[in-house]
């Protein structure tokens, strides 16, 4: 059974900073490309920043030069540390898995306040 489950999401300021992270079990993590979408109320889902097996990242211009995404093989964890975050941050972020299939966590909320 594959398992995707985020942690680290809750409330912050405007220009403070959050730890998201992914704990994947069931699959062997890395071959998995990893990633982590968001959704904000009344929008689509959009890719916020991946990691591939070889390390290589890719960034949303929205949050490139303020979040980075890593990913621990050993441990089979994916990790998002955002920072100065900004009100229009605010979302349910979801950690993605991606091989032959694509899986999905259940999200956590984030939400940054004026």
């Known amino acids: 059974q594959v398992q995707l489950v985020e942690s680290g999401g809750g409330l912050v300021q405007a220009g403070g900073s959050l730890r998201l992270s992914c704990a994947a079990s069931?699959?062997?993590?890395?071959?998995?490309?990893m990633g982590w979408y968001r959704q904000a109320p009344g929008k689509q889902r959009e890719l916020v920043a991946n990691i591939a097996r070889s390390g290589s990242t890719n960034y949303a211009d929205s949050v490139k030069g303020r979040f980075t995404i890593s990913r621990d093989n050993a441990k089979k964890m994916v990790y998002l540390q955002m920072n100065s975050l900004k009100p229009e941050d605010t979302a349910v972020y979801y950690c993605?898995?991606?091989?032959?299939?694509?899986?999905w966590g259940r999200g956590t909320q984030v939400t940054v306040s004026s």
């Open positions: 993605q898995s991606r091989s032959f299939d694509t899986y």
């Open positions: 069931g699959i062997v993590f890395s071959l998995h490309q």
